[in-house]
């Protein structure tokens, strides 16, 4: 096996990476979670914890409300726990596969009628 350096230059990326951020877990995510997922799940997270319901007085208190949920979020945050596998993946597919099927059938059913 030839090593062209890619796992030593990795490396040395985590290891700057976790000497100015202690709290970062390196993490590898399985291959359908892209970063853009994991932006979706946090403003999610805020969404459902901070801005609902929207019942604001002014901007102040939104600021306020983001302010203290993020210092709290990044107190307390755990790396997510992926239970979703390329089996589950396969399911999913096939299910949209036959509901989209189905759909199908029922639509040109209807022009028939």
């Not at 202690?22 to 995510?29: D, E, G, L, S, Y």
């Not at 892209?34 to 979706?40: K, P, R």
């Not at 945050?77 to 596998?85: G, L, S």
């Not at 299910?95 to 189905?102: F, K, P, S, V, Y």
Request: net charge negative.
């Amino acid at each position: 096996m030839v090593d062209n350096g890619s796992s030593h230059r990795s490396r040395s990326a985590s290891e700057r990476l976790a000497s100015r951020f202690p709290n970062v877990v390196m993490v590898h995510t399985p291959v359908h979670a892209s970063w853009l997922n994991q932006i979706e799940i946090f403003f999610s997270i805020v969404q459902r914890k901070v801005v609902s319901p929207n019942d604001f007085t002014d901007l102040d208190e939104v600021r306020n409300r983001l302010r203290a949920f993020e210092h709290r979020y990044n107190a307390t945050a755990q790396p997510f726990q992926w239970r979703f596998t390329t089996t589950d993946l396969d399911d999913l597919l096939a299910r949209l596969d036959r509901h989209t099927a189905d759909h199908h059938e029922e639509s040109s059913a209807a022009l028939a009628a």
